[in-house]
């Protein structure tokens, strides 16, 4: 994992919930290790996705392939002319980091959101120790 790269795993959708929202449905998730819950929004219009499906999911401060700071342009000015992060990647949102919650034991809970759509993660502290309030990008494929 790079730096720019602040939290990587694999996790197995076990709910989809679409009573909300027409597009868009509230999954949860479980990381392979069984150490990090996720509730993540997603517009499953642009993206379909199941129950039982497996998503590579990161979160990195930048799309830049060498690291690089891209939060003075525009984000869809990032990666014009060359290759990103998002490159590899099926589905791609950008969105801020806004805050964080003890929770039991040694966990806590970030929560993030992507103009809208949500992400709640309950993971290890030292898991998600280098994500702090900033802007942020999640990248999400299936395996």
Avoid at 4 to 21: C, G, M, P, V, W
Avoid at 35 to 63: C, F, M, Q, W
Avoid at 80 to 92: E, I, N
Wanted: proline letters at 2%; glycine letters at 8%.
């Amino acid at each position: 994992m790079a730096d720019s790269q602040l939290f990587e795993d694999t996790f197995t959708i076990s709910a989809i919930n679409h009573e909300k929202y027409d597009r868009v449905g509230r999954l949860t998730a479980e990381s392979e290790s069984h150490d990090t819950k996720i509730h993540l929004d997603v517009n499953t219009e642009l993206y379909p996705i199941t129950e039982g499906d497996r998503l590579h999911i990161t979160l990195a401060s930048t799309l830049s392939l060498d690291g690089s700071n891209d939060h003075g342009k525009e984000w869809r000015e990032v990666g014009r002319g060359g290759q990103t992060l998002a490159d590899f990647y099926d589905y791609v949102c950008h969105g801020k980091i806004y805050r964080f919650d003890e929770a039991e034991g040694n966990n806590i809970k970030v929560f993030v959101s992507f103009g809208g759509l949500l992400l709640y993660m309950d993971g290890p502290y030292k898991k998600l120790t280098p994500l702090k309030i900033e802007y942020i990008y999640l990248l999400m494929k299936k395996t």
